[in-house]
C-alpha cells in the first residue's frame, strides 16, 4: 500500500516553483517594458499584454503535456524531430521567416511570430531520450546534433546552438556512453565553439569584450558595462520594485536577454539569490524525478529536460554577470517570449507526468544502461 501511494502523485514543489516562476515572470514583464512597448508599439502595455497570452497558451500547453502519458512522446519522437527540423528551414523562405537585427530566427504565421528554436529544444530531448533508451551509438548521436545546431547557426543563433549540443551531451552521458569518448568530444566542442566565435566580428567583438569589458564600454562593451552597473547599484536588497532607473533605455534588450539586471537591480543580491534558488529547486526535483522513474525512457527524458532547464539559466545568469560572454539566450519562465514560454511550461508539465506515472520506490538510481544491464544478470 505504501509503494501504491507513491504512485500517481503530483510534484506540488515542482508545480509551485515553476508557477511561482511564470507570475513573477510577467511581473517583470510589467515592470521593465512600458518605455519599449511605448517607442516600439505606441503602447505602454503592448509586450506584458502579449506575454500574458503567451502565458495563457504555454498553460494550455502544460495541461496537454500533463494529461498525456509521456510513452506517447516516445512513439512519435521521430515526427517531433523531423517536423522541429522542417520548422527550423521554413525560417529562410521569404514571407515566411522574419529577420532581426540580421538573424533569420522567427516565422511570421497568422500575424504571431514563432521561433522554432525554441520548440526544436524539447523535441530534441525527447527524440535523443528515446533513441538512446534503445541504444547507445556516438555516429547518429553526432549526426542529429550537428544537423540542429547547425541549422540554428546558420540562423545566427550561437547560444541556442550552445544549449542544444550541451543538453545532448548531458544526456549521453546520462544514457552509459563510454567515457573515453567525452575524452574527444569535449576538446573537439570547445575548439568548435572556439572557431565560430572568432569567425563572426559580432560574436568576436562580444568574446573580447568578455576578456576585458572596459574596452570600449560605449561601444562593443555597452551592453555588459550597462547591465553591471545595474546589478552594481541593486546592492543588497535592491533599489526597490519598479523603482531601476537603468531599464529607461539604458540596458539593451531590457525585457528579454537581460531582464534579469533589471531583477538584480531593483530586488538586489538578496531578491537574485532567491531566484536562482527557486531555478536549483527545479532542476533538483526534476533529477529526483529522473531517479525515482523505473522507465529508461522517463529516466533520460527528465534528466534532459533538467539539464535543459538548468544550462539555459545558468548560461543566461553567467552572461548577466560577466562569467560567460553574453549569449542572447532567454531566461526561462522570466525573459519576454512567447515560444521559449511554451516550451519551457510543456517541459515542466513532462516532469510532472513523469512523476505523476512513476512506477517505482523513491530510491531508484539513475545509472548508465550498461550498469543495469549487468546488474540483471
Not at 100 to 116: E, H, K, M, S, T
Request: aromatic share 12%.
Amino acid at each position: 500500500m505504501k509503494r501504491l501511494a507513491q504512485n500517481s502523485r503530483t510534484d506540488f514543489v515542482l508545480l509551485a516553483a515553476s508557477l511561482l516562476l511564470l507570475l513573477f515572470g510577467l511581473l517583470m514583464i510589467y515592470n521593465a517594458s512600458p518605455v519599449t512597448s511605448l517607442r516600439d508599439f505606441g503602447d505602454p502595455w503592448h509586450l506584458v499584454k502579449q506575454q500574458g497570452f503567451s502565458a495563457l497558451a504555454a498553460l494550455g500547453a502544460g495541461v496537454v503535456g500533463y494529461r498525456i502519458h509521456y510513452k506517447f512522446w516516445e512513439n512519435i519522437s521521430p515526427l517531433l524531430i523531423i517536423g522541429a527540423i522542417i520548422l527550423l528551414l521554413m525560417v529562410f523562405i521569404p514571407g515566411l521567416g522574419v529577420k532581426v537585427y540580421g538573424a533569420q530566427r522567427w516565422l511570421n504565421i497568422g500575424g504571431f511570430g514563432i521561433q522554432p528554436a525554441e520548440l526544436a529544444k524539447l523535441a530534441y530531448i525527447i527524440y535523443l531520450s528515446a533513441w538512446l533508451s534503445r541504444k547507445i551509438k556516438l555516429a547518429p548521436f553526432l549526426i542529429v546534433t550537428a544537423i540542429l545546431a547547425g541549422i540554428v547557426l546558420l540562423q545566427r543563433d550561437f547560444g541556442t546552438a550552445a544549449i542544444i549540443a550541451l543538453t545532448g551531451g548531458a544526456i549521453y552521458f546520462l544514457s552509459g556512453a563510454a567515457l573515453w569518448q567525452f575524452l574527444f568530444l569535449v576538446p573537439a566542442g570547445l575548439v568548435s565553439a572556439l572557431v565560430f566565435i572568432l569567425s563572426s566580428d559580432y560574436r568576436r567583438a562580444r568574446f573580447l569584450t568578455f576578456l576585458n569589458p572596459s574596452l570600449d564600454t560605449q561601444g562593443a562593451a555597452y551592453h555588459i558595462s550597462q547591465i553591471l552597473i545595474a546589478l552594481g547599484s541593486g546592492g543588497w536588497w535592491g533599489v526597490g520594485l519598479g523603482q531601476s532607473r537603468q531599464k529607461y533605455g539604458y540596458i539593451p534588450e531590457v525585457t528579454t536577454d537581460s531582464i534579469f539586471a533589471v531583477i538584480g537591480n531593483e530586488l538586489g543580491l538578496i531578491g537574485s539569490v532567491l531566484l536562482v534558488g527557486v531555478f536549483v529547486l527545479i532542476v533538483l526535483r526534476g533529477f529526483k524525478i529522473a531517479r525515482q522513474c523505473k522507465d529508461r525512457f522517463g529516466q533520460l527524458l527528465a534528466a534532459g529536460i533538467a539539464s535543459w532547464l538548468g544550462l539555459q539559466a545558468f548560461i543566461n545568469l553567467a552572461g548577466m554577470v560577466a562569467l560567460l560572454p553574453l549569449t542572447g539566450v532567454p531566461l526561462p519562465f522570466i525573459s519576454f517570449g512567447g515560444s521559449s514560454l511554451v516550451s519551457v511550461v510543456f517541459g515542466v508539465a513532462l516532469l510532472l507526468n513523469i512523476a505523476k506515472n512513476n512506477e517505482t520506490s523513491p530510491m531508484v538510481n539513475l545509472q548508465p544502461a550498461k550498469r543495469l544491464q549487468r546488474r540483471r544478470r
